[in-house]
């Protein structure tokens, strides 16, 4: 630095003592103090400028601070609410599902749990829902749809979840009858979502568009609950029985919500 600006540098720094000397002792008369204040202005206004600035700079910066604090907070309370908005339509969805199953009349025949769907095993047939042991869930359970179709029935079952065999699955067999006759057969599951009618006589006629429905012969599911329709009528002369595709009641795809039957007679 070159001593010109050295020698200005302490000029305005003794200047500035001077100042605030004539400015804070009371041994000065109001002129000498008006004097001084006068003379000094221009470096006062530069010096209390700057001071501002820095002042400023540093008050934004905290306050910038509180208010992304305070934004967080607002955020995080926002998120609360939307979740609890999210449980609150949720749990409507959930009694008005359960309003219309009991008008229905299924709490009279039977002792339900309400699941919802939350993952789907279209290679093995098989569905997830969020309800398992702590919810007395067991393995064998039939599981329904709200309008009385049948699903298929609890395979696997787990703490918080469990698996439901659907009744297109491989493993899936129980006794059905087609309404208001005395034709019975075996519905079995194909797989990929399919399923047919099996050992059905010979001599019994069965048409496309009849329903099936379950029957209470074998004990595996209660009777009356609609499986599907005839699709298509497979007959053969060497053969004593005859089989038939079914249609499934239920639309895998549309499936979010099952009832689950605890206990049945």
Known sequence: MKTSQRFKISIIIILLVVFFLVLNLSGFSKEIKNFFYSISEPVQKTFFGAGKKTSDFFEGIFQGYDLKKENEGLTLKIQSLLAENAQLKELKKENEILRESLG???????????????????????????????????????????????????????????????????????????????????????????????????????????????????GVFPEGFLVGEIKKVNKSDVKPFQQADIKPAFDIKELENVFIITDFK
Do not use: C
């Not at 829902?129 to 599981?143: H, L, T, Y």
């Not at 659907?166 to 399919?194: H, M, Q, W």
């Open 104 to 218: 229905l009349g299924l709490e009279k025949d039977f002792k339900l749990a309400f699941a919802e769907t939350n993952g789907k095993d279209i290679s093995q047939d098989f569905l997830l829902i969020n309800k398992g042991f702590k919810d007395g869930i067991s393995e064998g359970q039939p599981v329904i749809t709200q309008q009385k179709t049948l699903v298929g029935e609890i395979g696997e079952v787990y703490e918080n979840f469990s698996k439901i065999m659907l009744i297109t699955n491989k493993e899936s067999s129980f006794d059905a009858k087609i309404p208001d006759s005395d034709i019975y057969g075996i519905v079995k599951g194909r797989g990929n979502f399919e399923l047919y009618l099996d050992l059905i006589p010979k001599e019994k006629e069965i048409k496309e568009g009849d329903l099936v429905i379950t029957a209470s012969l074998g």
